[in-house]
């Protein structure tokens, strides 16, 4: 019988679900697995990073922008833990990466070896699924079941631990095999019972002005276009949650925009308040959204929940009716289930006027010349010179509000991407390769505060060393601005180690090789902008900018 290494059977395995492009770094425990990618990998491209949380920043925004898995490698010790924070970022926020650590040699464990650690422990709260290997033999098994956990139900982020001697053990090579279906998501939808699909129609129904808020899984689900026609036929205001931008077009009539504590403002919390029902779609009601589970009032304001996973429905509110499945598949069940009834509750006038209102003020700022900069202006240049299905990808600083609250993504689908499950810095710059990768006809925007800047700068390296056309921008204030802002907001202006010097982004960029340009002229923005926009490299725009603890961002807690 034919046999193969255990690095070989893992490479056999992943291009057996359709990978082709895995985000890594090097070291000791992995040089089985890149021989093997060196000698049978032709048909998956290695991207070299420079940090391993990086691997899986570019893993994410790539599974999330192709709905395929997203793929990311790193070795023992510091490297697992390293890769930590995209790990548990992507299983938060129910995108499947699988995060492939080699680790020391079985033979090895308990004998004081370099860079020992439990991977097991390490990964097992993070994930979603989670094995290290002890025999060869297991590799294909093990890794169709990573496959098939990742991608059906929630999905979610995996780990597989390979030691250096799995690595070189035996594996039949008639074992290599797997379902294709596995290597994209969501696999295997599951239907929801009829009669929850009918008794959270008879619900929506009866509701006077009900509002839909919706999440992230009705993009991951491809739910866009059901959720637009029950909306229609309820005349249901729709408002999403920051990763559920792109379910429905931002010019609809019915479309709020983001609600919550981080790109809310206080028009679309109106609207939530005027709500007698309220429809969560694939959206957790976690403490942003509801801004700490205020907004809807629990046990004022009727609910009904879709979501895949049964443990999100009735954690936070009263359920009146919960609807378990796929979004697209609920959703396009309660469309049939509505049997051309229709409503008509005045909802798109009340929506144009609270977004009247709320772009009112935005313009105030948007318009303005004053220096610094302010990010409303900054917001407003950006929505006039890239092109309608640009992808920008935000950290979740300075950026994250303003492009959630005022940016209007006027095409369904994913275009816009902030790690918002748990926040860390240094996602953006990372997470626009990974999404070029995923898409590489976009125009590939990054957003990012200079505190987030210092957490990714080496990434610049891999920029220009593959050529990735991604455009920066950097809001460069010299403080940690949402820390120095809640300080001010809550803590009578106690300031306290927030506050840094001032970095030439432009500068450090150029010697990286990236194109930069400063801006510290409002009238300069979009000329900048454009030119960056059209480099055909790497480029980096430096925006002078006010910081946000000045700013009027929309953040609830700050303008309270």
């Not at 020391?104 to 979603?128: N, W, Y």
């Not at 996602?427 to 925007?445: D, E, L, T």
């Amino acid at each position: 019988m034919n046999q193969m290494t255990g690095g070989e059977a893992t490479v056999a395995m992943l291009q057996a679900h359709g990978v082709d492009r895995i985000f890594g770094l090097c070291g000791d425990t992995s040089l089985p697995f890149y021989d093997a990618l060196f000698r049978i990998g032709g048909k998956i491209d290695h991207v070299l990073t420079r940090d391993e949380r990086s691997a899986a920043y570019m893993a994410d925004a790539y599974a999330r922008v192709t709905g395929r898995v997203g793929v990311c490698e790193g070795p023992s010790g510091g490297g697992a833990t390293y890769i930590l924070p995209g790990v548990v970022e992507a299983n938060e926020s129910s995108i499947p990466i699988l995060s492939i650590t080699t680790d020391i040699s079985v033979a090895a464990r308990g004998r004081f070896a370099l860079t020992e650690l439990d991977q097991t422990g390490l990964f097992r709260p993070l994930t979603k699924w989670n094995q290290v290997i002890d025999r060869a033999a297991d590799i294909p098994a093990v890794l169709r079941a990573g496959f098939r956990n990742l991608t059906t139900g929630r999905p979610g982020a995996g780990h597989i631990g390979l030691p250096f001697d799995v690595q070189r053990g035996m594996v039949e090579a008639e074992d290599i095999w797997a379902d294709p279906a596995h290597g994209q998501f969501p696999a295997w939808r599951v239907a929801p019972d009829p009669a929850a699909t009918a008794a959270a129609v008879e619900a929506l129904l009866s509701a006077k002005s009900p509002l839909i808020i919706a999440g992230g899984g009705v993009v991951i689900s491809g739910g866009q276009a059901a959720l637009r026609t029950l909306a229609e036929a309820l005349d249901a205001p729709v408002a999403t949650t920051i990763s559920g931008q792109g379910a429905i077009a931002e010019d609809h009539p019915l479309a709020v925009g983001v609600v919550g504590s981080n790109g809310g403002v206080v028009e679309t919390r109106e609207l939530v308040e005027a709500a007698d029902l309220v429809f969560f779609v694939t959206c957790r009601a976690g403490s942003v959204t509801t801004e700490r589970w205020r907004y809807p009032a629990p046990g004022k304001t009727r609910i009904v929940h879709l979501d895949s996973d049964p443990a999100v429905i009735g954690a936070n509110y009263p359920t009146e009716v919960a609807v378990v499945g796929d979004a697209r598949l609920a959703l396009e069940a309660m469309v049939t289930a509505l049997a051309e009834q229709s409503r008509d509750h005045g909802a798109a006038a009340r929506v144009a006027a609270a977004k009247a209102r709320k772009f009112a003020a935005f313009q105030e700022l948007a318009t303005s010349d004053a220096t610094p900069i302010r990010p409303e202006r900054v917001i407003a240049s950006l929505q006039r010179v890239l092109p309608r299905d640009a992808v920008i990808v935000a950290d979740p600083g300075t950026p994250c509000p303003y492009v959630s609250g005022y940016y209007e993504f006027l095409e369904t689908g994913r275009y816009f991407i902030s790690n918002r499950a748990h926040g860390a810095l240094g996602y953006s710059m990372a997470g626009a390769v990974g999404a070029q990768y995923g898409r590489p006809n976009a125009k590939v925007i990054s957003l990012m505060g200079d505190g987030s800047f210092g957490f990714t700068a080496g990434e610049m390296e891999t920029l220009v060393r593959l050529g990735v056309p991604i455009t920066m921008v950097v809001f460069s204030n010299s403080v940690f601005g949402w820390i120095k802002a809640g300080q001010r907001a809550g803590f009578e202006e106690r300031y306290f180690s927030v506050d840094f010097s001032r970095t030439d982004h432009a500068k450090v960029a150029e010697a990286f090789g990236v194109k930069a340009w400063t801006v510290a002229d409002p009238a300069d923005l979009d000329g900048a902008l454009k030119a960056a926009i059209a480099h055909d490299g790497p480029s980096l725009v430096d925006v002078i900018a006010q910081p946000l603890n000045e700013a009027r961002a929309p953040v609830s807690e700050w303008i309270a």
